[in-house]
Nanobody, 123 residues
Framework: QVQLVESGGGLVQTGGSLRLSCATS??????MGWFRQVPGNVRDFVAV????????RYADSVKGRFTISRDNAKKTVYLQMNSLKPEDTAVYYC??????????????????WGQGTQVTVSS
């Protein structure tokens, strides 16, 4: 059974940090991504990491503040978020891509999604 379970969201002040985790099972070895969505808006790409972890890619809005990583032994993907801003407030989703070695950014390239975790940054 394929599962992705996000955790680590919450309420944080501007300038604070959070680390999101995405525990996976049954997914195989693929590139993994993080997306975020504000109600009423489309889901936006945040970051992606290829299999087994050699390449990462970030949205311009989070570059230099967020870091994606993966622990393949634990089958877990992380998103370390530093210097958080109110505009980072969203529901964050992790997802499995259909490819292994390409850092894909389009939502269409992902086939399995977690349930999402809320991140709220207060000003």
């Amino acid at each position: 059974q394929v599962q992705l379970v996000e955790s680590g969201g919450g309420l944080v002040q501007t300038g604070g940090s959070l680390r999101l985790s995405c525990a996976t099972s049954g997914l195989g070895n693929y590139a993994m991504g993080w997306f975020r969505q504000v109600p009423g808006n489309v889901r936006d790409f945040v970051a992606v990491i290829t299999w087994p972890g050699g390449t990462t890619r970030y949205a311009d809005s989070v570059k230099g503040r967020f870091t994606i990583s993966r622990d393949n032994a634990k089958k877990t993907v992380y998103l370390q978020m530093n210097s958080l801003k109110p505009e980072d407030t969203a529901v964050y989703y992790c997802a499995r891509s259909r490819v292994r070695y390409q850092a894909v950014v389009s939502e269409d390239e992902y086939d399995y999604w977690g349930q999402g975790t809320q991140v709220t940054v207060s000003s």
